[in-house]
């Protein structure tokens, strides 16, 4: 497939994601799966091109805003794109050359039906080239150097200081490397990567004995490795729920957040190596995220574990007490995840914060009431704020003397390495 398709499909990545409210994640997971036949380097380009175009929106418009006399915000949906993928093109992506980027942003403006703006996309285009200004010049404070909403750069100032705000900011540059836990149940660490290098790939080790970092995967499900349920793809902070847990093997469990469901096979398999039984049920609010989490099941091969439709904001007379460990992974503004997710930063608003934390809350106190006494109530979730995560287990210790703090944690996001995440471990005494 020539540049020139490739940059419309990184088109209709963008403007799915940018103008129509969609995930990257799964808006470029359909389009890889929808043309399978490119090759590698032609899925890497538009990868990069439409996930470095989303994560660099704000600083793209900083550069066009200066030579558009047409701020962005007014230009036509179609246009604004095309010249953010230009212009993220001539920054950050050097081996292309300068004149293939505007010649193709013209061709691509006359393909889409706007023939008419294609001179002013051409022109501003080469002005951009002819004064070749460096990005840092654009980048002139914190929020657009990492294109980044200025209330969430003040609310991560107030929260954690000057220091780790850039610290966090540096962390979600990257895409992240794919990261992978073993199926104990099916294979031990060094059995999978032996496999896994039998299928081309390279394989890491991290500092958790049965995740792995793994490299040159061009489409997931084409590996026989996945379709046998060996491994399931998370992220290594993720995985230290089911760590928390501190699982013996027997316990029966609930998981009332839990598509799509990683953390819930990670106690299962966990209960599984342990081989003296134990349950775990996973629950989420609809039929399409249960389906999800009944496939993923499936494809693991394990049979101590169980779905359910629930919404956990409704509190289930039947699960009162009935549980060694709960595990309450829930709902956020998901602002850790935004190396994998960029196009959060731009969704969430201020006022969110809140009315998220109020839902947690709700969940909380629901989910207390399913533990056993002597049991664990785990609460996690996958953003870095001190509204959602810390004032969320200072409430919970004030209104509910029955449970004492185990251990808490605010992990941050790690370039290449892992998401931002939360995770606090309650014990419930008599």
Known sequence: MGKENLRGLSLDV????????????????NVLSKYQYLEKNERSFVTRLSLGTIENALLLDEVLNTYSKTKVRKMKPVIRNILRLSVYQIYFMDSVPESAVVNEAVKLSKKRGMAGLSGFVNGILRSILREEKPITEFATDLSKKYSCPEWLIKLWEQDYGKEKLEEIL?????????????NLTKNSPNELKSILEQENLTVQPTNIPYGFRVFGIDYLEKLTSFKEGRFYVQDLSSMQVAQRADIKGGEKILDVCAAPGGKSLHMAEILGVANNGGLVEARDLSEEKVSIINENI???????????????TKFDEDAKEQYDVVVCDLPCSGLGVLGKKPE???RVKEEDIASLAKLQRDILTNGKDYVKDGGRLIFSTCTVNKTENDDNTKWFLDHFSEYTLLSEEQIFPKKNEMDGFYIAVFEKHE
Do not use: P
């Open 344 to 346: 959060i930063k731009y």
């Open 14 to 29: 963008v403007m799915e994601v940018l103008e129509k409210g969609g995930f990257s994640n799964r808006v470029l997971g």
């Open 298 to 312: 499936k494809r693991s091969g394990l049979t101590n574990i169980s779905a359910k439709v629930w919404d956990a």
């Open 170 to 182: 540096l962390g979600f540059e990257g895409k992240g490397d794919i990261t992978i836990r073993v």
